[in-house]
């Protein structure tokens, strides 16, 4: 097979990874539909809000994993640029799940696991930035735009450039779009805090 045959199959199974909804599942398990409770975001937010810390970490695992394995897949079937490319689709399987009516979430958490994956130490230290914002500001929203703005900047530094760098970059501007309505919030500072 070629790259890049090798390579669309990479994007399709990546984007089909993307659209499994851990918040979706797990709520259900718990006997809620997430769809309606809290915001009604399928989110590790919501999640926390509604079912507390130990389905919200259940959530951020598989949601980190979903987008790791995507970047995974596309990097090793078709080489790091399709990694890239395949951790947007992973993005925008979250985001607009074929498995849920394409009603997802934000897509940072994928964002992140595929950075993990990509590059894991700077991608590591994304995380764990991402997660002391949220425990200092009480607000996912502030870290998680953070942690999109230091998106490319993050692979920049570690020397990606060329197709790497604007797959990056329409990941981050994806997170950042579906985070449209919590920056309004936040500039009138009425935004959600993380409480359960």
Known sequence: MNDTFLGIIALVGAYLIGSVDFAVHV???MGIDIYEHGSGNPGTSNVFRTLGKKAAAAVLLGDLLKGLVAAALGA???GPTVGFACAFA??????APIWHHFRGGRGVATAIGGAIWLEPILGVILALAWVTVVVGTKTASVASLGAMAL???VFLFAGHRGWSILWAALTAALVIWRHKDNIVRIVSRSENRVTS
């Open 151 to 153: 998106y490319v900047p």
């Open 76 to 78: 090793l079937l078709a």
């Open 90 to 95: 992973a993005t925008v399987g979250h985001v």
């Open 27 to 29: 709520s259900r398990r």
